[in-house]
């Protein structure tokens, strides 16, 4: 099915007139299923899994009502692939075991984490079903096991959490070891967390990865629906070391990740938000870095790091990770830096996350609501086409 997914979503993104080669097709606003283990192995592999950490994305400002964007994945996945979306709503029954959700949901042809209302600082903003820690738990768990997977606004957020809580995790078992080289490495990491500022525009907001604030914090200013996407620019910051700016650029020059291609060949891109936190380039610079220095060690050991149990699962972690895209204000000053981020495995998977919303346009419309767009019109959005080109890299 990856290939003929391939082949279909080549087809739509080739050109903005030709018909669609699947036919016309009815509006499909998803499957809601609160056990992926209760969905046939075959199935599941012919099908896109969208969690919804909450049971909507946002309010839509005209009417006050909550927009389920995961909705317009499903109609967009069966327009262009002619393929079900199982969507699961977390925030009502959860996830069960992180590592048992995150084996089964490995086994979709594409898999999708919705945004929502929570605060990530503000733990009991969550429902007791999916937890803040449930969610991050289960981020790492695909981190580690490698399985791409889109993460949308406040799972972009849950992402860069969960890229530091895996650090943390990998130094805790590298200096277990007690193997002199992976001792080293994980207090290198250590020394330069607990020793790195974020800063915005209003002061100081953490003094080192244990503050609650270093991943992700309040942007300067709320950010609004129908922004521009920019590139980002990866410019010098003076309280980052230098090693950990080169990292961050060593990965960004290395691989291509495909909302690069989209800011360069689409139109101007204008997308949909829903927030006023937003992560910070620093905790995303650092992670990159330190993802590096992790999987430099076990390659250098690498049948040492094999036979070390606690170290074993670190061999799977991502190899790096980017930031791909920004918005900016009206006079041109960065207004969320961290718009997008690309994620890297040595197998060559990707995953992306962003801050915005691709699924939605102007309207804020979902699938019940009435959006069901024309497939010309489908393939004339540069909003859709840069989705489609998401969730064709992300294929498994």
Not at 9 to 38: C, K, M, Q, W, Y
Not at 56 to 62: A, D, I, Q, S, T
Not at 332 to 350: F, N, R, S
């Amino acid at each position: 099915m990856t290939s003929a997914a391939r082949v279909l979503f080549d087809a739509f993104l080739s050109d903005r007139d030709s018909p669609n080669p699947l036919g016309e097709r009815s509006p499909a606003s998803g499957t809601r299923v609160d056990d992926l283990a209760s969905v046939d192995p075959v199935e599941l592999a012919r099908s896109i899994v969208v969690v919804e950490p909450w049971n909507h994305v946002g309010e839509r400002p005209r009417d006050n009502s909550g927009v389920i964007a995961s909705e317009n994945i499903a109609y967009v996945a069966d327009q262009i692939l002619g393929v079900q979306t199982l969507i699961v709503p977390a925030w009502r029954i959860g996830v069960g075991d992180p590592k048992r959700f995150a084996a089964l949901a490995s086994g979709a042809m594409l898999l999708a984490f919705e945004g929502g209302e929570p605060d990530v600082h503000v733990a009991s903003s969550f429902t007791d079903a999916y937890s803040r820690s449930a969610a991050t738990k289960t981020l790492v768990e695909l981190l580690l096991r490698g399985v791409p997977f889109i993460g949308i606004c406040l799972s972009h957020q849950l992402a860069a959490q969960a890229h530091v809580d895996l650090v943390k995790d990998a130094v805790r078992r590298l200096e277990a070891s007690e193997h002199r080289a992976f001792v080293e490495v994980s207090r290198r990491i250590s020394e330069v967390g607990e020793n790195l500022h974020v800063e915005k525009g209003y002061g100081t907001i953490a003094k080192s990865w244990a503050d609650e604030t270093f991943a992700v914090a309040n942007n300067e200013e709320v950010s609004h629906s129908n922004t521009r996407l920019y590139p980002y620019v990866n410019t010098e910051l003076d309280h980052v070391p230098t090693m950990v700016t080169e990292a961050h650029r060593v990965v960004a020059q290395k691989y291509e990740a495909i909302i690069d291609v989209a800011l360069q060949y689409e139109n101007e891109l204008r997308i949909q938000a829903f927030h006023g936190n937003e992560v910070s380039e620093e905790s995303v610079r650092f992670v990159c870095w330190a993802y590096q220095q992790i999987q430099h060690v076990l390659a250098a050991y690498s049948l040492d790091a094999a036979s070390i149990p606690q170290v074993q699962a670190l061999m799977g972690a991502p190899l790096g990770v980017e930031i791909l895209a920004s918005t900016h204000k009206q006079n041109g000053d960065p207004l969320c830096e961290v718009a997008a981020t690309g994620i890297y495995w040595q197998a060559g998977q990707t995953a992306l996350t962003t801050q915005f919303h691709p699924e939605l346009d102007d309207t804020l419309l979902t699938t019940s609501g009435g959006w069901a767009p024309a497939w010309k019109d489908m393939k004339r959005s540069d909003g859709i086409r840069l989705l489609a080109r998401m969730l064709r890299a992300c294929l498994r």
